[in-house]
């Protein structure tokens, strides 16, 4: 398989994470006889400083005409911090994903054995733990009218969602539920909020075409504790944009870190594959940022476009490199390797696991080729 990926590496941390996810990409090409070209654009905050925009129609347009895009991290504190700020990083990954029609963001959260005390949660609580964060994307209270006073003491956000936006996630949600564990779980706040109620009145009709899957309904007070108290209980977690925001961030110390936690930004046409965290500019540039979820998100992609096996390889270089403890600070306060260490680890697995060996506290790299 041939295909062409923009690369929007970003601000901050996201040019180092994704360049070890572009290893990897090339690794799997090389074992499976894949040819991926890459093709790089700016995005976000380095964007702005070179064209004024955060999202360039050079950058767009790449988009538009590649087959996928693989995306780094956007954030400055010299536009995050200034609350009077009118040009914004994330106001070009919104218009990337509004102008892409990329309407469904989809999460894998999971207890990874070797990891559990890393995460804050205890161990009996977190094993078996496998769901799906499906957050859409393109609607809700980051689309919606913005208003604000003169005085700058008065501010609204306007949240709207209409019956098609919700029908196209849900049904998405309840195909990926066959597949799996066969439960889907709305999350929303319908004793208070109109759009909760619409959205629960719509995936309600829905489930009704797919009769061998559960719907349950939770607020989302309630299920941000569940994910803490028992989040075994979930398998397909159906939200809106802010909601599926917040919880699959919450849900991030299941795994240990923020920093395991992959994403597919999902449309009709286009798709997106990227790391939940955000750019961390006090990491940049000191080979500690965890590229494992950028890496993870390399995963996402290759099965998206039906090379199951590329993506179980991806899987299992991740999981070898966490069994073998060659992983970053966050993961391990201990630990010796840095971002490009254990993405050269994972990309000597896939070009052969046979050829890695360990003496004393570092990895030894055998014979492959480091990319």
């Known amino acids: 398989m041939n295909l ?31 040819e991926f070209v890459f093709e790089d654009a700016y995005i976000g905050a380095i964007a702005i400083e070179k064209t004024g925009k ?54 894998p959260i999971k207890a990874y054995p070797k990891l559990m005390n890393s995460s804050p949660i205890k161990k009996e609580v977190l094993e078996g733990t496998d769901f799906l964060v499906y957050r859409e994307l393109n609607g809700g209270m980051y689309y919606g009218e ?23 996630i849900a049904h998405l949600a309840f195909k990926a539920a066959q597949s799996r564990r066969k439960k889907v779980t709305l999350v929303d706040k319908a004793n208070v909020l109109e759009t909760s109620r619409l959205w629960r009145k719509v995936v309600t009709k ?36 802010l909601f599926g925001d917040i919880l699959s961030d919450e849900a991030s110390v299941i795994s240990g870190s923020i920093g395991l936690m992959a994403s597919a930004s999902l449309g009709d046409k286009h798709s997106l594959f990227e790391p939940i965290h955000g750019c961390y500019t006090k990491a940049k540039g000191k080979n500690i940022a965890n590229p494992i979820a950028s890496i993870l998100s390399v995963a996402l992609m290759l099965e998206h476009f039906g090379l199951s096996a590329e993506s179980k390889k991806v899987i299992a270089a991740v999981e070898k490199a966490i069994i073998c403890k060659v992983v970053t600070v966050d993961l391990n306060v201990d630990s010796l390797f840095g971002t490009n260490e254990v993405g050269d680890f994972i990309v000597n697995y896939i070009l052969n696991e046979g050829d890695l060996y360990f003496k004393r506290d570092f990895v030894q790299i055998g014979q492959s080729t480091i990319v």
């Open 146 to 168: 913005k208003t604000v006073n003169e005085a700058g003491t008065y501010a609204t956000d306007l949240c709207e969602y209409n019956e098609e936006e919700i029908t196209k």
């Open 54 to 107: 955060p999202l360039p129609e050079q950058t767009l347009n790449l988009c538009r005409n590649t087959d996928s895009i693989l995306f780094g991290a956007i954030g400055d504190p010299k536009y995050d911090n200034d609350p009077t700020a009118k040009v914004r990083p994330a106001q070009g990954l919104f218009k990337l994903r509004k102008e892409l029609g990329l309407f469904a963001n989809i999460r």
């Open 206 to 241: 829905i489930a009704k075409e797919y009769p061998e899957v559960t719907l349950n309904c939770l607020y989302v007070d309630n299920a941000a504790m569940q994910i803490i108290l028992n989040p075994r209980q979930f398998d397909i977690l159906l939200t809106d944009n």
């Open 4 to 34: 062409k990926i923009a690369v929007l590496s970003g601000d901050g941390i996201g040019p180092e994470v994704t360049l070890q996810a572009k290893k990897a990409l090339y690794a799997i090409g090389v074992v499976y006889n894949h």
